[in-house]
C-alpha cells in the first residue's frame, strides 16, 4: 500500500472496483479519476458510462488494511474540481443573496 516515498498509493493490480457499484457492469464501463493523493488516501470520482452514475470515493489506509468511504453524486470530475477551488460562502455572500431576494429585480424576473 505505500509506495517507495513511503506515501500511500492503491496499488493497479488490486481490484478493489471490479464491477459498477450502481448496475454492475464491468470495469470497462468506469471511468476512474483521481481528485486527491494524500499520504494515507486516495479520493477518487468515480463515473459509469452504462447507467451514468457517478460517486466520490474515498480509500484510506486503516490499520493493516484499506477502508473505501463511497457517496453518490451527480457532480461530474470538472464540477468536483471547480467547486472545490471555490471560496466558501461567506457571511457578505449570504447578506448579498437575502438582499437580492428581497429586491423588486429579482420579483420582476419570478413574475416575467
Ligand atoms: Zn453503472
Given at each position: ?5 513511503g ?14 457499484p450502481?448496475?454492475?457492469a464491468?470495469?470497462e ?16 470520482h ?8 457517478s ?6 489506509l ?51
Open positions: 500500500m505505500m509506495d517507495f516515498q506515501k500511500f498509493s492503491l496499488p493497479e493490480n488490486l481490484k478493489i472496483l471490479t464491477k459498477c450502481f448496475c454492475s464491468n470495469m464501463k468506469l471511468d476512474v479519476r483521481l481528485l486527491q493523493d494524500m499520504d494515507d488516501r486516495q479520493m477518487v468515480i463515473h459509469c458510462a452504462a447507467c451514468l452514475g460517486m466520490i470515493a474515498l480509500f484510506l486503516a490499520g493493516p488494511g484499506i477502508a473505501s468511504i463511497g457517496l453518490v453524486t451527480d457532480l461530474s470530475f470538472d464540477d468536483v474540481v471547480k467547486f472545490n477551488k471555490n471560496d466558501k460562502i461567506g457571511l457578505d455572500d449570504v447578506l448579498k443573496t437575502h438582499e437580492f431576494l428581497k429586491s423588486p429585480r429579482f420579483l420582476r424576473r419570478i413574475v416575467d
